[in-house]
């Protein structure tokens, strides 16, 4: 006789998959073991949901049988088609249960029993952990490009994350209750909950290389995922932008006025014609790129007032 889901877990893990399906065999062998380790020595009980967003491997057929293995502490929902990564974790907190929260990513570059790190300091009080990847396991470029977003995502929005794109991250019922609430299109979930946390932490992980497959993130998407941070949290880069325009306004007037009187005084002349012309494509640039930051936030408005539905959940697999 198989056990049904537990009603009230302590914990809950959610798990995006999209196309893993090399992967998601070895990240079974070592979860559950980890997990099972876990609920043992910290007498708690757990669930695992898994969240398939769309993928167009067989990964959502080896979800549905390892629902059937261990449905006990298995839940899988699987999406109509691909939302994204942060939207199929919003589904998991929707259908996850416990009183904690932690998020995972299937293709062990974090390890399973990194989760009882963290599940030591939710359960010490902590509403939001924080991971910083020891070793990190990335090309050179991919750690350049984090450490430069971070850096300005700091700047920018003073939200203080040391490693944003580490997707293993722990979360209090609280936290995760307020980041439902926030019906938004876009967002980086990590960022949200971080400014409704009141005893946030950080702690060093392991990190490991990918087990199979290659990132899901290309460059256009994270430099995406990125303008989604600055533009959903701040509007400082409005603000330095209209200060920029002043600063060339006065600029731009100034240099008139000069030539003008210049012409006047010495005549007319050619030799500047370039500088004219270099200083023209400059101010051009500079417009081109605040019309286009502009629309990011237009944008975000645009995607907001349509309510659409932010994922569509095709079925979810479970033992009642």
Known sequence: MTANLVANPTLSIVIPVYNEEDGLKALFDRLYPALDALAAKRKISYEIVFVNDGSKDRSAGILSKQVELRPDVTRAVLFHSNFGQHMAIMAGFEYAKGEHIITLDADLQNPPEEIDVLTEQLLKGHDYVGTIRADRRDSFFRKFASRAMNRLRENITRITMTDQGCMLRGYSRRIV??????????????ALAYTFSANPVEITVKHEERFAGESKYSLYQLIRLNFDLVT???????QIFSILGMLLSLAAGSLFVYLLVRRFVLGAEVEGVFTLFALTFFLIGVMLFGLGLLGEYIGRIYQQIRKRPRYVVQTVLEKK
């Open 177 to 190: 209750d307020l980041v439902r609430q926030c019906d938004e299109s876009n967002t980086f979930i990590p």
């Open 232 to 238: 959903g949290f701040s509007v400082m880069p409005l």
